[in-house]
């Protein structure tokens, strides 16, 4: 079972911020990018790419604009670095990895979670990279 056959589970689902997503973007991760699974019930980590812990969140591409990605407080500091695994119909790209501590975050008012802007990502993106994204 190939990547394909998740995408068009997702857009049947149409949640793009469900479990299901998550697991896209993780089988993605581990297909395009070598990501190896952490083990199951590991906190804020999805798994390890290059030997550095990854955090794999699935946002759909007509959001991004307006979007964050949130990180519970419990998960502050786990993961070295934020993958964020981009859908945009059939076609999946990603920003990243990029260490957590080159980016941006304000917190919700209640301190419960961090919020990384993606506009603020892609930035630090292209300045890492080098690459207009």
């Known amino acids: 079972m190939n990547s394909t056959f998740f995408l068009r589970l997702l857009r049947e689902v149409g949640d793009y911020d469900s479990a299901?997503?998550?697991?896209?973007?993780?089988?993605?991760?581990e297909e395009k990018l070598g990501m190896l699974k952490a083990e199951r019930g590991c906190r804020?980590?999805?798994?390890?790419?290059?030997?550095?812990s990854v955090s794999v969140k699935t946002k759909e591409k007509a959001a991004l604009n307006h979007h964050y990605v949130p990180?519970?407080?419990?998960?502050?500091?786990?993961?070295?670095?934020l993958l964020v695994v981009i859908i945009d119909g059939?076609?999946?790209?990603?920003?990243?990895?990029i260490e957590f501590a080159?980016?941006?975050?304000?917190?919700k008012?209640?301190?419960?979670?961090?919020?990384?802007?993606?506009t603020k990502i892609v930035e630090v993106v292209e300045k890492v990279s080098g690459n207009l994204l």
Do not use: T
């Open 109 to 118: 008012p209640d301190g419960s979670e961090r919020r990384y802007k993606i």
């Open 71 to 81: 990180i519970r407080e419990s998960n502050y500091g786990v993961a070295d670095d």
């Open 20 to 29: 299901i997503a998550g697991a896209v973007g993780e089988v993605y991760a």
């Open 90 to 97: 059939d076609d999946v790209s990603h920003l990243g990895p």
């Open 44 to 52: 804020g980590i999805d798994g390890y790419i290059g030997g550095r």
């Open 102 to 107: 080159k980016l941006e975050y304000y917190e």
